[in-house]
């Protein structure tokens, strides 16, 4: 028996078989979509605002980023790809600025030279906390001198941010007391629902003032984000001959008994920041290499003499003929602003604010040794 089927039926036969297939295919479609919608939305929900880079224990590692934290012993650096990375100085960590031009060789810094805001490479080995401990430390001229003119405007703006910051606390406590008040006359009788509505303007004033205090602190506090909150606890004035930056025996005198008293108070998270000084006389530039010299010859005796630790100095900078105590005009005067001071730092978050008094020793100008 022969079956004949017409073009028509043929058509029809194969668009029911394509439509069995779609169906049957269906389920293992919509699986591979859902899969992949899951896996999208996890990869977006894993993504964190804030993220720590940690180093194998023992595994090499170079990592190039801006200091936003600066300790005696540590510093934490911020890539670009927004990671933060602990990083570990010891004393046989080497520091080098690089100089760019041709016939300009790279000149060996210290540690001190590590200052918040500045973009720096670091190389080392990982330790078992996940943090580098850095061998090799390089950082580009331009770099230090934009990172030292930042913290030469760090103590105004954190007095500003402190002073800022204890306004809105304060008013903070005014409008808690406030709103309890108005609480309180809420439930008494209807003649002092006119005392109630005042208090309630008051709360309104006062919140108005918390939040521009507030918004003052936090734009304060982005301008110094990072930086750490340290007291003066000692300072000590040493004079140099005019366009000298030799230390003579009087100075050297007044060092030693400087750091045997710095040494005896058994300070902790202390740091020793040096800056030098110079009259009006001469040239700008030759006073600002004049000024470096002075506070280098102070930290050099500081090292030497009596095994200073290289991380705990801040940094060695010179003003030149800015910042001077004293005129110009006059020998006298002059005499006053060749000078290196050595300020000892504490941190306050490792050490209690105390209220000494701040203690300067003044070291005459005597012949050069």
Aim: glycine share 8%; net charge neutral; charged share 20%.
């Amino acid at each position: 028996m022969r079956i004949s089927i017409t073009r028509t039926e043929l058509t029809i036969l194969a668009t029911l078989l394509m439509t069995l297939i779609a169906l049957a295919l269906a389920p293992a479609w919509w699986g591979i979509a859902l899969g992949q919608e899951s896996n999208i939305a996890q990869s977006q929900n894993s993504t964190s605002p804030t993220q720590i880079r940690t180093v194998g224990d023992g595994q090499p590692a170079t990592i190039e980023g801006v200091v936003i934290k600066r300790n005696s012993d540590t510093f934490t650096m911020r890539g670009s790809d927004g990671a933060e990375t602990i990083v570990v100085l010891t004393d046989k960590t080497t520091v080098k600025t690089v100089r760019k031009g041709l016939f300009r060789r790279d000149k060996p810094s210290g540690v001190g030279y590590i200052l918040r805001g500045l973009r720096l490479r670091a190389e080392g080995v990982g330790n078992p906390d996940g943090q580098l401990v850095a061998s090799s430390i390089r950082f580009d001229d331009e770099d230090l001198r934009t990172a030292q003119a930042l913290d030469a405007r760090v103590d105004p703006v954190e007095t500003q941010a402190n002073a800022t910051q204890a306004l809105a606390e304060s008013n903070k406590e005014r409008i808690n007391s406030v709103e309890q008040n108005a609480q309180r006359l809420s439930g008494q009788i209807d003649e002092l629902s006119a005392v109630s509505g005042a208090a309630v303007a008051l709360a309104a004033n006062a919140q108005a003032t918390a939040d521009n205090a507030q918004a003052d602190a936090d734009t304060a506090n982005q301008r110094i984000n990072g930086l750490d909150d340290y007291d003066v606890v000692d300072n000590f004035t040493i004079y140099f001959a005019p366009g000298s930056a030799l230390l003579s025996r009087a100075a050297q005198k007044e060092i030693d008994e400087a750091a045997a008293r710095v040494q005896g108070e058994n300070l902790k998270g202390w740091l020793v920041a040096v800056v030098g000084y110079a009259d009006s006389t001469g040239r700008t530039q030759r006073n600002l290499s004049l000024s470096e010299r002075r506070a280098n010859a102070v930290i050099n005796y500081l090292v030497i003499q009596h095994s200073l630790p290289p991380r705990r100095l801040v940094q060695p900078f010179g003003y030149g003929s800015q910042n001077p105590v004293a005129t110009n005009d006059n020998s006298e005067g002059r005499s006053k602003n060749r000078r290196a001071e050595i300020r000892v730092l504490v941190n306050k978050g490792i050490a209690p604010r105390t209220d000494s008094a701040e203690k300067t020793a003044v070291v005459p100008v005597t012949n050069q040794p």
